[in-house]
């Protein structure tokens, strides 16, 4: 059965330079401590604490990860809000300040199954592929 409503409008989230030339900056460093300055000084940046999520994630601290990235997908979620968002609808891996969100929600999934959260993780990896497939895809690629 065809759905004969149309998809809400894509959500684009507003750019935040000081906050992505602080995460540039702290990528210079590449160390956990100027990614978490930047996250201390950007709470509300999903891309800081996405950052965090993924090096957690690959150092082996899952359950770091997990906290790094609910924190940032939940801040995300508010932005989207903010943004227009009501609670579905394409969330374009495309544009740039959407990735982060995109990122918390995709590290969520993976160390959400690491801990043994098989529902959690299932639910994040189709709200990601629901945000968009090409995020889903960007992400798994990597």
């Given at each position: ?14 750019a ?6 602080a ?5 210079e ?6 990614y ?9 940046h ?9 090096r957690?994630?690959?150092?082996g ?28 609808g394409?969330?374009p891996?495309?544009?740039?300040p959407?990735r ?5 929600l995709?590290v ?23 945000c968009?497939?090409?995020?889903a ?6």
């Open positions: 059965m065809q759905n004969l409503l149309p998809e809400p409008p894509a959500t684009l989230l507003p935040h330079e000081e906050a992505d030339a995460l540039a900056d702290a990528a460093q590449d160390t956990d401590q100027a978490a300055e930047v996250a201390a000084s950007f709470p509300t999903s891309a800081a604490w996405a950052a965090l999520a993924t957690a994630f690959a150092a601290q899952v359950v770091t990860a997990y906290a790094y990235a609910r924190t940032g997908y939940h801040r995300g979620l508010d932005q989207l809000r903010r943004a227009g968002w009501k609670g579905h394409p969330v891996w495309s544009h740039r959407n982060g969100f995109l990122r918390c995709y969520l999934s993976r160390a959400a199954g690491e801990i043994g959260e098989a529902d959690e993780a299932a639910r994040c990896a189709q709200f990601l592929r629901d968009d497939p090409a995020a895809d960007a992400l798994a690629s990597h």
